[in-house]
């Protein structure tokens, strides 16, 4: 089998990974917005879940879409544009989450005192940030926008979100180590803090290489020709499995999202939850 042209074998990676994005994230979205995880502060993990979720709905299939008419049925505008869409606002959504995690543990009491009106804000600024960033892209493809101009602004972007979230969790982990987390409030926040933590550092791990991938390729003319296509589309999918670990960490380390998925599967059907429990405790 020749993986360096495009084979059923991507085509079930592929539809495979969008089926599990679009059903693991659906389950994110059904748990958060109920019971005990009904608060304002997980509204931005909401917010994260559903750009996940379009992730699975729209960037894989017009991906594998556009790969396999070789641009001819979708103008790879139109990919591009969903896929830094969809990328960009799970990028800025973690660059706000870390900042309000940096706002929790250095001030808890004024951060207990935040409006709705202050969340609604931090959940509608990635969003509004990634469409102003993709509209560049638009711009490029009607030549208003010169190829160099959006490399530097998606960079530029991709740049200051990383530092900001680093830096953001360099001094949560310095204030935590510097106290005792007394109280049951202080050391949830400061739980909650190193699950989002391990998000990012997935995200960063997962997305990186083929960010890397796109630096090299706009940077080096004779290296976009040698590339081969297998490196390319395993990097892709290793970008697009970002968009369901997610759903592997709130599992594997928030015992009441556990106990919530499963309660969702028993009221679906009972039968099943003895297996769901076994899957992922």
């Not at 509204?43 to 556009?66: H, N, Q, R, S």
């Not at 083929?210 to 976009?224: D, E, G, I, T, Y």
């Not at 968009?243 to 099943?272: E, G, H, T, W």
Request: hydrophobic letters at 50%; charged letters at 15%; aromatic letters at 12%.
């Amino acid at each position: 089998m020749n993986f360096n042209s495009w084979n059923w074998f991507w085509s079930v990676c592929f539809g495979v990974s969008a089926v599990v994005i679009i059903i693991s994230n659906s389950l994110s979205i059904a748990v958060l917005v109920k019971g005990r995880f009904r608060k304002r502060s997980l509204y931005l993990l909401i917010d994260l879940a559903i750009a996940d979720l379009l992730v699975g709905l729209f960037a894989v299939p017009i991906y594998m879409i556009t790969v396999i008419s070789e641009d001819k049925f979708m103008p790879r505008v139109v990919f591009d544009s969903v896929d830094m869409f969809t990328g960009l606002s799970s990028i800025f959504t973690l660059t706000v989450i870390s900042l309000e995690r940096l706002f929790a543990i250095s001030r808890p009491l004024r951060h207990r005192q935040l409006s709705s009106h202050s969340y609604a804000i931090a959940i509608a600024t990635p969003w509004i940030l990634s469409l102003a960033v993709t509209s560049v892209r638009v711009l490029q493809h009607y030549s208003i926008v010169a190829n160099h101009q959006i490399f530097t602004v998606i960079t530029i972007s991709l740049s200051t979100s990383l530092l900001i979230t680093c830096t953001s969790y360099c001094l949560i982990w310095r204030k935590q180590t510097s106290r005792i987390q007394n109280g049951v409030r202080a050391r949830t926040e400061a739980r909650m803090s190193k699950i989002l933590f391990l998000i990012t550092g997935t995200f960063v791990l997962t997305w990186l290489p083929f960010k890397v991938l796109l630096v090299v390729v706009n940077m080096c003319v004779p290296c976009s020709r040698k590339m081969l296509a297998v490196v390319v589309f395993v990097l892709k999918l290793l970008q697009f499995s970002n968009s369901f670990i997610n759903f592997l960490i709130y599992c594997l380390r928030m015992p009441d999202y556990r106990k919530a998925v499963s309660q969702l599967f028993s009221s679906a059907n009972p039968a099943v939850t003895p297996i769901i429990l076994r899957l992922i405790r």
